[in-house]
């Protein structure tokens, strides 16, 4: 399966390795989602593969819980890698394109990742791959972003001609993917967090300096500043504008 979408990954790279620096400021829901992902593994794994690592946020909570284990970390963007490596000891980093790892036959005992699935570009093929490399009884955590993150913009946006940048997938989706690698004990959820900002413009800062972008990329003149002007008008709330993001969560084991 293919996106509907292509992703520029060169693209996605560059901008997560520009975001680098202001990543931890900007990654307030990102933070709260790896809290919970780490909170759903009910294993003591001794070998632990971490896909889109970032700064380093979940591998330092893996590498405080996990004392034992070997713990591989991935991500494309090297800035982050730079930066995971200065906060957490004792990983082994790796600047790779997950969809393109050299991946061990049934090798790990968990496979995490939190808040970088939406940007894989062959969902099915790099799921079934990673399904591979768990070794028996191992377990696959991940969360991602569902298709009702953001729908103000897209609702301002659709009004105006203009389509969302990235298709983001439902949880009964992954669920199949899942279920398609030949992986058991599926449990699937997803839920929707609100963030306030003080207007559009700083939501949509927020969500660049955090290295996302989820808006379509080529906006005619005077699209994006009126779908701004009618963002605050019609979303605001008491503490400026609110966005919606949806969060869904996924385990499976071998
Ligand atoms: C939103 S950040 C999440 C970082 C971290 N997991 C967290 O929760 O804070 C997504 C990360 O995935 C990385 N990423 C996205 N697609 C990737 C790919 N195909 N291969 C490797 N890394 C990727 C980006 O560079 C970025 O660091």
């Known amino acids: 399966m293919k996106r509907a979408l292509r992703?520029?990954?060169q693209a996605i790279q560059r901008r997560f390795d520009r975001a680098a620096d202001a990543y931890d400021t900007f990654s307030v829901v990102q933070r709260a989602m790896a809290d919970r992902l780490v909170e759903s593994v009910?294993?003591?794994p001794l070998s632990i593969l971490e896909l889109g690592c970032g700064t380093?946020?979940?591998?330092a909570l893996l590498r405080e819980r996990f004392t034992d284990a070997a713990i591989d970390a991935v991500d494309f963007a090297p800035a982050m890698i730079a930066r995971a490596s200065e906060r957490v000891p004792n990983v082994r980093?790796?600047?790779a394109d997950i969809e393109e790892l050299e991946l061990e036959p049934e090798w790990y005992d968990l496979i995490v990742s939190s808040a970088t699935f939406q940007w894989l570009a062959e969902p099915e093929q790099t799921i079934?791959?990673?399904a591979g490399?768990?070794?028996r009884r191992g377990e696959l955590h991940f969360t991602s972003f569902g298709p009702r993150t953001f729908w103000e913009l897209d609702e301002v946006l659709g009004e105006l001609g203009c389509e969302r940048g990235l298709s983001l997938l439902?949880?009964?989706k992954w669920e199949t993917l899942l279920a398609g690698a030949g992986l058991s004990r599926i449990r699937a959820h997803s839920y929707e967090?609100?963030?306030s900002y003080p207007d559009c413009a700083a939501f949509l800062r927020s969500v660049k300096s955090s290295g996302a972008g989820y808006a379509p990329r080529v906006l005619a003149p005077g699209t994006l500043s009126e779908a701004m002007r009618r963002y605050d008008e019609r979303f605001d709330d008491d503490a400026g504008v609110s966005a919606t993001y949806e969060i869904v969560a996924l385990s499976a084991e071998r």
Request: charged share 40%; no cysteine; glycine share 4%.
């Open 7 to 9: 992703l520029d990954k």
């Open 42 to 44: 009910e294993r003591d």
């Open 56 to 59: 380093g946020y979940l591998t």
């Open 93 to 95: 980093f790796v600047v």
């Open 128 to 130: 079934a791959r990673l």
């Open 133 to 135: 490399s768990l070794d």
């Open 170 to 172: 439902p949880a009964e």
């Open 193 to 195: 967090e609100r963030f």
